[in-house]
């Protein structure tokens, strides 16, 4: 039977949730959603008759992601850095941690007595770092690369939509940047880190529905970081910067890495808004 109003839908939703192990608030996420609302309006709708079609397509989906499908992937988008991001099963959600990285580098550029800056992120899935850059810095020239098909189409879409200036390239980690003679003040990644044995303990909600080549990588996790740390050499501007999205217990293993590569750099590990070891700033400064 159709609930008659908002909140008595919510009522149900977040009862049919919490007996799924889901929690219980994506019945709010999910129902602002298809009411099209800010939340200061839909907090002053609950009480307000809820159509058929609404009910219709609301219910639908909180039975979905009773099943485990992501709410982002329902929606069809995420939110990072207050902006809308279209999302699909082929790319990564953008996450909390990466706006954090996102800031770090913001930070930096904005130190820099530069008129332009050359950047590039490696890995761009739904193009959420790259398309950020080029427009909260816009005296950047950024590009990006993206090995996956679908994910370059999501993030090509995504910087139309916003109308960032993003010029991408299909291929893998760095590969179509070693094909100039660019050097970038900018590096920025977030590679797959994940263990292929910590797959299978992942959450259902990332391991059955994000893919799994965004987020599982070889040799522990650090095989990105190894090939990308071998080019920095090549690519990265004597004081340039390399900043890394990494896995909360990587930030030692990924610091040498980097050393290795960048002897005289200056290397920062930082931590999220959670005390997790999430990034490391990597800046050259050996001329």
Partial sequence: MKPAYVYEALNWASSFLEKKGREPR??????????????????????????????????????????????????????FYGRRFHVNSSVLIPRPETEELVQGVLEWIRKQNLSTLQIADIGTGSGAIATT?????????????ELEEK??????ENASDLGAKVTFFQGNLMDPLLQ?????????????????????????????????????????GLACYRKIAAHLPALLQPRGLA?????????????????????AADIEVRRDLNGKQ????CERNDV
Wanted: aromatic share 8%; hydrophobic share 40%; no cysteine.
């Fill in 133 to 145: 850059l080029a427009l909260e810095a816009p005296n950047t020239t950024v590009e990006a690369v």
């Fill in 26 to 79: 994506a019945a709010e996420l999910l129902m602002k959603h298809h009411l099209d609302k800010d939340w200061t309006d839909f907090h002053l709708s609950r009480r307000d008759k809820l159509s058929a079609s609404a009910w219709e397509a609301f219910a639908e989906d909180v039975r979905q992601h009773g099943k485990g499908v992501p709410i982002q992937q329902l929606r069809g988008y995420e939110e």
């Fill in 180 to 220: 100039t003679d660019k050097k970038y003040d900018v590096i920025v990644s977030n590679p797959p880190y994940i263990p292929e044995r910590e797959w299978h303990h992942l959450d259902p909600l990332v391991r059955d529905y994000e893919p799994k080549q965004a987020l599982v990588g070889e040799e522990e």
């Fill in 151 to 156: 994910a370059l189409a999501a993030a090509e």
């Fill in 243 to 263: 900043a890394f999205e990494i896995g909360e217990r990587q930030a030692e293993a990924v610091a040498a890495i980097l050393q290795t590569a960048l002897p």
């Fill in 278 to 281: 999430r990034m490391v700033f």
